[in-house]
């Protein structure tokens, strides 16, 4: 797994582990929700999706989700549970290295465009982690 692409981002917030914590929290997060759902079910329908509280999350909320990630994947079977897991450890990393305390506006967002598009940056994360070896 690499997290070189947040190179190509020119939002200082998303160089700070911060921004990196959120951000990948919000991919983790996506594929949980994504896998919730079954058989091309939408998003909105995930249990996980209706306890988000988009534009409104606080870091404590942002805690208390990821605490949970290790249970969810157990209950849901997900195929990719160590991936998700992985990623889950890397936000949580740069979340207690930054220490901060609220998201506000520009961690809303960080973390609902990674949530929102979660399989194109796993993919990112894992294919540049291919082409490096």
Not at 13 to 36: D, K, T, W
Not at 103 to 127: L, P, R, W
């Amino acid at each position: 797994m690499t997290i070189d692409f947040f190179k190509e981002f020119q939002d200082p917030y998303l160089h700070s582990p911060e921004g990196q914590g959120v951000f990948l929290a919000g991919i983790c997060l996506g594929q949980l929700a994504n896998r919730q759902v079954q058989n091309g079910g939408k998003i909105d329908d995930s249990p996980l999706f209706k306890q988000m509280n988009f534009g409104k999350m606080t870091m404590r909320d942002l805690h208390r989700h990821l605490s949970r990630v290790p249970e969810l994947t157990r209950a849901y079977h997900l195929g990719n549970a160590a991936t998700v897991e992985m990623i889950m450890s890397k936000a949580g990393a740069l979340l207690l290295q930054a220490g901060s305390d609220e998201m506000g506006v520009k961690g809303n967002f960080a973390f609902t465009i990674a949530f929102m598009n979660s399989y194109e940056y796993i993919k990112k994360m894992f294919q540049d982690a291919k082409e490096a070896e």
